[in-house]
């Protein structure tokens, strides 16, 4: 894949992202009750990944990174993922869910001792400050970030990044139309909006609700990413929505100077139009901007 020239009044974006959500691996690869394959779901997820961009900054997984913390599915998922990470050459931030477990995250996918700590972490990606966060509660399934969590951020967040700084975490600072997600939301959002507002947070990724959606929190954009494994069926009326083996994305995070753009990326299996190509845009290149307009945005007459 070339670099893209800049046809519109954007310059090029200057950080990639790839942002997946929800794997929920198994031990031994097993199945979910409803069928669905975390498996093969994330390797299909990671086919396309390879595709749509050969150098991301990162790839976050925001969270259920298993389904109940076993210590063999994060050993699965961390050899899924790595050798993607080594081929793009880029980090991966694992993110904390509901249905992980510390100490095995910590001790499995992170080499770190095994305990209860929160999984928190910053990375410097060229001048884009990225902060993980640890949503998830010990024991239950709504989120939460306590104090100390809190006061860790707001020392982080008091040194301003070149690029700014985008959190992620599992639970999003978000309502939802599906009643059982208001359950298990996250608790303390005032005082996490106290923290954000006003620094040079840019946008925060999130996963848990298991279908794409956005809104703002405290002045910033939030971005969910559905999950790789199984979504949740929005398309009935909410108190019946339950999850189905369909309709797998992740997210393609474009970071600009003035704006951040996050594309959902859906897993299908589809026919392609082949219209618009390499050589397609390399014609286009080599014309002016008015000649352009003119090959690509003039209406043939009636």
């Not at 299909?44 to 749509?52: I, Y």
């Not at 793009?88 to 249905?99: E, Q, T």
């Not at 001790?107 to 990606?125: C, F, I, K, Q, S």
């Not at 359950?183 to 990724?205: C, K, P, W």
Request: glycine fraction near 8%; include cysteine.
């Amino acid at each position: 894949m070339t670099a893209l020239p800049a046809f519109g009044r954007h310059e090029a974006a200057s950080h990639t992202i790839i942002h997946l959500s929800d794997p929920h691996f198994l031990a031994g690869g097993a199945r979910h009750a409803g069928g669905a394959d975390s498996d093969a779901n994330l390797a299909r997820t990671l086919q396309a990944v390879r595709r749509v961009h050969p150098a991301p900054s990162a790839i976050v997984v925001t969270g259920d990174l298993t389904d109940f913390g076993e210590p063999d599915a994060y050993r699965r998922l961390r050899a899924a993922l790595e050798p993607v990470a080594a081929e793009l050459g880029c980090p991966i931030v694992w993110v904390a869910g509901n249905h992980d477990e510390r100490p095995a995250l910590r001790a499995e996918l992170l080499d770190a001792e095994a305990t209860e700590e929160p999984v928190t972490g910053v990375w410097d990606l060229d001048g884009l400050r990225l902060i993980a966060l640890d949503s998830s509660v010990p024991g239950w399934h709504h989120g939460d970030l306590d104090g100390a969590q809190l006061d860790w951020l707001a020392g982080q967040l008091r040194t301003p990044a070149p690029h700014g700084t985008l959190l992620a975490l599992h639970h999003p600072p978000l309502p939802s139309h599906l009643p059982l997600f208001d359950i298990l939301e996250l608790r303390h959002q005032d005082e996490f909006a106290d923290v954000v507002r006003g620094t040079d947070v840019r946008g925060i990724l999130a996963g848990h609700l298991h279908y794409s959606s956005s809104g703002v929190f405290a002045g910033v954009p939030v971005s969910v990413a559905s999950s790789t494994c199984y979504t949740m069926n929005v398309a009935l009326p909410a108190v019946e929505v339950n999850g189905t083996d369909a309709g797998q994305s992740f997210h393609l995070v474009h970071v600009y100077p003035d704006t951040i753009t996050h594309t959902v990326v859906p897993v299908v299996d589809a026919p392609t139009g082949d219209y618009f190509s390499e050589e397609w845009v390399r014609e286009m290149a080599a014309l002016t901007p008015e000649q352009r307009l003119e090959a690509f945005s003039r209406k043939p007459p009636a």
